[in-house]
């Protein structure tokens, strides 16, 4: 990883498996790190500007919400209507997140992605149906994969060797 530097490299390792649960996260990791939460903040922001890290956000576990049908809904619409559907789908409040992903035909002719959670899997189906409502006569083909276990999510990490 190039263009960071020593209080970068800090901030990174002391937020990699997240942010503290407390009122003032930033002046948190700056107590932690020895430097001032105003400077960790400017550093994340242009750790963001620079596309070094590319957002901050909560991840929840959807299981301990209570939600725990989850399925990625894929659709298969025309190449360049995708980036405008997308955007109408990814604001639906039920899609947590939604993504344009090749296609791997002839087997795989989805390229519209968007996940989403319930409490059941009549309620994930539900909130496909909507979803498809919304494509209309865009929609070619879609298809719903569930999970079946979780996987540990996780942010970027820094080598253990320093890289």
Request: proline letters at 6%; one cysteine or more; a positive charge.
């Amino acid at each position: 990883m190039t263009g960071i530097d020593a209080l970068d490299r800090r901030i990174i390792a002391a937020t990699q498996a997240g942010l503290p649960l407390v009122p003032r996260p930033f002046m948190a990791v700056a107590e932690a790190i020895g430097s001032t939460e105003a400077a960790v903040i400017e550093r994340f922001n242009h750790l963001k500007e620079r596309g070094i890290v590319r957002r901050i956000a909560a991840a929840p576990n959807h299981y301990a919400l209570g939600m725990t049908a989850n399925g990625m809904t894929v659709w298969d619409v025309a190449d360049q209507s995708v980036s405008e559907l997308g955007q109408m789908i990814g604001a639906l409040p039920f899609v947590t997140h939604c993504y344009r992903r090749p296609r791997a035909l002839p087997v795989w002719p989805y390229n519209l992605f968007a996940m989403v959670h319930g409490q059941s899997p009549d309620e994930v189906e539900a909130k496909r149906a909507r979803i498809a409502g919304l494509l209309g006569s865009a929609c070619r083909g879609s298809d719903i994969l569930y999970s079946t276990r979780i996987l540990k999510k996780t942010g970027m990490r820094l080598s253990q060797n320093g890289g």
